[in-house]
């Protein structure tokens, strides 16, 4: 399918500035305290896999560092909730 008339007609490229674009800037999403910190060891893991033909004993120390990352990671989280309250 065509891409209709995305960047072609300066025109519409004009209309995203100024009041329309501000417009959407409230609709971006905020940073989550949820955002996960494990991302990069994650990719790292998926790199290396890639990288030794899927062979994953090379890999090993990616993984096991993406392991460490999501469990400390997910103790934070549940200690958070913990001291949260449920009223806010």
Same mark, same amino acid.
């Given at each position: 399918?065509? =891409?209709? &008339?995305? &960047?072609?007609?300066?025109?519409? =490229?004009? $209309?995203?500035? &100024? ?11 905020? #940073?989550?305290? #949820? +955002? =996960? ?6 990719? %790292? ?7 030794? &033909? !899927? ?5 090993? $120390? +990616? +993984?096991?560092? #993406?392991? $460490?990352? %999501? ?15 449920? +009223? !806010?």
């Amino acid at each position: 399918m065509a =891409d209709k &008339g995305r &960047g072609s007609n300066p025109s519409t =490229d004009a $209309d995203w500035s &100024g009041p329309a674009a501000t417009k959407f800037e409230k609709c971006v999403k905020a #940073y989550s305290e #949820y +955002f =996960d910190p494990c991302q990069e060891a994650a990719q %790292k893991s998926i790199r290396c896999l890639h990288r030794n &033909g !899927g062979d994953r004993e090379m890999c090993t $120390d +990616f +993984f096991q560092a #993406y392991r $460490d990352c %999501k469990e400390q990671w997910t103790n934070a989280r549940k200690e958070a909730r913990k001291k949260s309250s449920w +009223f !806010g």
